[in-house]
């Protein structure tokens, strides 16, 4: 099952920040959180993920809470290209032999 | 750097019978997994390979199979088609030792009739 919690949809104004929240209220100490989406037809995207400091890349920023029980990523300027299903995922990094477990995401709608 | 490439994209079998799906994985990456995603839903870990053995399997049965050769690259074998299996089904390849994620391919759209 998965462990994490996600709104089913949002929609967001192009050229506006989007803000995704997640629910991880069972998270270990040791567990990272990652994000993903997935565009219609393709495979999912890795877009970032975090221990327990904030994250930024070229593509979002995550938002950890201090007590780790909850996260945000946040996309700053949302284009319609970034229409996707989000996935929110907590997973021990254990170098790559760890399986994902999806749950069934956001779905973001950018809208013009 | 190459992606993770998978064929064929699109694929029509009759029940009962028996597909092979394969997969290329990212260039430097020694792993590769395998997930069913049903349509609406959030893809399903089928298995991973990892030295050319099974490393871990979901909640799939004995009818799903695999192989990983040499170069990394592996196949997915499903045997006696239900109408259920109907599916896309991904392959994703990661790096046993480098904390990047795991790269996804596009997928194989499989449809049972």
């Known amino acids: 099952d998965a462990k994490t919690t996600q709104p089913p949809s949002m929609d967001c104004a192009e050229g506006r920040a989007a803000n995704l929240p997640c629910n991880h209220s069972?998270?270990?100490?040791?567990?990272?959180v990652y994000w993903y989406r997935q565009i219609h037809s393709q495979g999912p995207q890795y877009i970032i993920h975090?221990?327990?400091n904030n994250e930024t890349n070229e593509m979002a920023s995550l938002i950890i809470t201090e007590d780790r029980k909850s996260s945000t990523l946040i996309l700053p300027h949302a284009t319609l290209r970034d229409t996707a299903v989000y996935y929110c995922?907590?997973?021990?990094?254990?170098?790559?032999?760890?399986?994902?477990?999806f749950g069934t995401g956001t779905r973001l709608t950018i809208i013009p | 750097e190459t992606g993770v490439t998978q064929s064929p994209t699109h694929l029509i079998k009759t029940r009962g019978q028996q597909v092979t799906l394969r997969c290329s994985s990212q260039?430097?990456?020694?792993?590769v997994s395998w997930y069913q995603q049903a349509l609406g839903q959030g893809p399903q870990f089928i298995f991973q390979?990892?030295?050319?053995?099974?490393?871990g399997r979901g909640n799939f049965p004995p009818r799903f199979s695999g192989l990983q050769f040499p170069n990394y690259s592996s196949e997915l074998n499903v045997n006696a088609l239900e109408l259920d299996d109907s599916a896309l089904y991904l392959c994703?390849?990661?790096?046993?030792?480098?904390?990047?994620?795991?790269?996804f391919g596009s997928g194989t759209r499989l449809t049972v009739v």
């Open positions: 994703a390849s990661s790096s046993r030792g480098q904390d990047y994620g795991y790269t």
């Open positions: 069972t998270i270990s100490g040791n567990e990272y």
């Open positions: 975090g221990l327990k």
């Open positions: 995922i907590v997973l021990i990094s254990n170098f790559g032999n760890e399986k994902l477990t």
């Open positions: 260039s430097g990456h020694n792993t």
């Open positions: 390979y990892y030295r050319e053995e099974e490393n």
